[in-house]
């Protein structure tokens, strides 16, 4: 196989018509396959299912003196709280834990700044004349999402393979209509990046025109990994207080893709200062989340160490889902040179480049042959890729022989539009 | 004993100072009785330990083909969504079924229409000069903080034995700035009245200036009879639906205290229009609620027959407290002609009047001996009770044998500070 770029019109027009009877032949089998989300298979969920045999005995129902049954202590299990702080290497103090959604926590900070100014603000933001928000790209469509209904202006700031690019969030914090950032600091959504040491230093000394200027903070894969040992991460609370602004940062993390994505639990992280003035907020909102759910993951998780044991069975069946993936690109498109992509080591995706211009029609063909992918552009602001490039792919769903019958068809239609593009 | 107002001055002193006594002899005591808030007892949580036993076998995961484990479905399981309809008996395709606090639903809704305006909003109420909200009272102080904190001005709706004053409600909502009303149509927070038949139909009948006028028809206790059998009530879906306005009115229930206060499951019901809206705004926020809790209902309380055979277990509970706290105030207060209260059928308080002026010096007593209640003026918007008369007793929460020490005390505190006013 040639670079598609090497090949004369006649070339290309002879592997086109030979990949539309592929696709044809594709079609037929009336196939309906997802890579659209990352949504844990159910060989995951089935992994836990021993979580639902807790909380039996009356004794279950009670920790640290906390009928955790009844109404009360809004921040959470303090046994919670101690769980969450020890995986995320912060103190328990610090730590909120809410119900089984990180993304409502993340929504509901946001809604909350919007209608009553967060801990710094001079006024809510839905006072102020526009309100700016960086998104480094590609990045997480629900991120964008929630920044895109209050009306932010959005952003994009480019990744590097080191994560963000810092030279541009320097520059566009000296706006003080730029209120925060979005983070997935480690295995990053979509590209699977790990933010390096200097990429996180200079993101906790940022100094920036706006004072209440906040990093949203979502550590969603922060004991992900699928391949190789547990890699350590600095806490960005003590980093942002050592720099001297250490209520700029809210964590968020949750054990969705540790426990169930449906019933786990959420927590969010931030100074004290923080957590108290956000506390305040949270008070005409709800008496407590559901503290037997937090209970029974206290139960069932027990500590960190408990925790990335479970979280190697998950890589046991993460890991050849990826690989199918990430090597059948090696194999059928590499030599084509008509896209590149990451090979990460955690996360839930992964992050494909196509020649540019051809985003869209991949996934056009994709789905006319029953493959379900993320919808292109989803991982820019609004939805709008400028090169229409980036392609996300979720390989965690299907088990790995549909997963293998998805790709097969991606590729497929990854070379065709690549073709339509050169010409044929 | 004779009326308070009856005797003489030098009668008032000499039983002043007979009381003063008994309450240092009740100080002494070290009490720590807690009768603030509608929190159910111990007992009551016992009653439903089974529930943490469901959820065991595979099958016990999927309901209605859908792996409630799973993201997705983000209205709530099927089943649940049926079980709520039949027991608030409006549609299932009506019901949407969310975490574990309707507070939350409730808060959410308002923050909403903050920011970005209800179904027929001609804009965000966070952009309206004014927005104005009824609150019948005395009423229940967590619904008027929802609306405080959004900066809305409160306007108190007087309280009947029928319901919110249909009058006043009528005549208020000529105002296009009043933009809703708070309702607790059965057993209602605190004076446990039920709605009138009349009240009801006229409340559905409202025509209302602001085109985005919202009931928030908080259904709260609508199966909670502690005395005497089920009390059908009307649905005010379809009876607004039939008066025309089929969006005016969004229902709000849980199984709060029908299982557990902590890890119950709420809901909110309306017309499917209004369903479509609050959903596209839902879908930035979470992907979907904890829908194993979800399913653990369903299997627990299978049914509104089952969900009222669990309730008269409730009430088996309850009523011996009620009976304690209003069987005092009959014997000891009663004859004095210090104050009136409600004798409630179902619900969670005992609403009090006490001599106008005294109800926060009552309170501040009842602390000093170390029984708490409610807040004085918490039953009144911006916790301002005019007449400095309304006390909320809740019950529920002590065994009785403490219910019956807490009631004691207060019944000394509310006779001081009646006698304080009088002249002593």
Redesign the interface.
């Known amino acids: 196989m040639k670079p598609y770029t090497q090949l004369t019109q006649a070339e290309r027009s002879e592997e086109y018509a030979r990949l539309q009877q592929e696709f044809i032949a594709l079609k037929a089998k009336g196939l309906s396959l997802n890579m659209a989300?990352g949504?844990?298979g159910?060989a995951q969920?089935?992994l836990v299912?021993d979580l639902?045999?807790?909380?039996?005995r009356?004794e279950d129902?009670v920790s640290g003196g906390i009928?955790?049954?009844?109404?009360?202590e809004m921040s959470g299990v303090p046994a919670a709280r101690k769980l969450f702080a020890e995986i995320l290497d912060c103190k328990p103090e610090q730590v909120f834990v809410g119900?089984?959604?990180s993304?409502?926590l993340m929504?509901?900070t946001v809604?909350r700044a919007?209608?009553?100014g967060l801990l710094h603000s001079p006024r809510?933001w839905?006072r102020e004349e526009t309100v700016k928000w960086l998104c480094p790209s590609p990045g997480y469509d629900?991120h964008f999402?929630?920044t895109?209904?209050?009306g932010f202006q959005l952003i994009t700031i480019p990744m590097t393979p080191q994560g963000p690019d810092m030279n541009a969030v320097e520059e566009a914090v000296k706006d003080p209509a730029v209120k925060g950032i979005w983070c997935v600091p480690k295995y990053s959504n979509p590209d699977g990046i790990i933010y390096s040491d200097e990429t996180i230093r200079r993101m906790a000394a940022l100094s920036p025109a706006a004072p209440d200027f906040t990093i949203l903070w979502d550590n969603a894969y922060c004991v992900h990994e699928f391949e190789g040992d547990y890699v350590p991460f600095p806490d960005i609370l003590s980093l942002c207080e050592k720099a001297g602004r250490p209520d700029m940062v809210i964590e968020f993390a949750s054990t969705?893709k540790i426990t169930?994505?449906?019933?786990g639990v959420a927590c969010f992280a931030c100074s004290q200062a923080n957590l108290a003035y956000l506390e305040s907020?949270l008070v005409?909102?709800?008496?407590?989340?559901?503290?037997?759910?937090q209970q029974r993951h206290v139960l069932y998780l027990q500590d960190k160490a408990h925790t990335l044991a479970l979280m190697k069975k998950h890589a046991a069946i993460m890991a050849p889902k990826f690989r199918a993936v990430v090597d059948t690109l090696d194999r059928e498109i590499a030599p084509l040179e008509i896209a590149s992509w990451q090979r990460p080591k955690g996360g839930y995706f992964v992050s494909l480049n196509a020649m540019p211009g051809t985003a869209k029609r991949t996934l056009a063909l994709c789905k006319e042959a029953g493959v379900t992918m993320t919808g292109a552009g989803a991982t820019f602001p609004y939805g709008k890729d400028p090169q229409d490039s980036n392609i996300r792919i979720a390989p965690s769903l299907p088990p790995v022989e549909e997963l293998e019958q998805a790709i097969a068809v991606f590729c497929v239609c990854l070379r065709m539009a690549a073709l339509e593009r050169l010409g044929v």
Chains 1, 2 share one sequence.
């Open positions: 989300r949504k844990p159910k969920l089935d299912s639902f045999g807790l909380m039996q009356p129902y009928d955790v049954r009844n109404y009360g119900g089984n959604s993304l409502q929504y509901d809604a919007y209608t009553h809510p839905c629900r999402k929630i895109e209904v209050f969705s169930l994505p449906g019933a907020l005409p909102q709800i008496i407590s989340f559901d503290k037997v759910n």
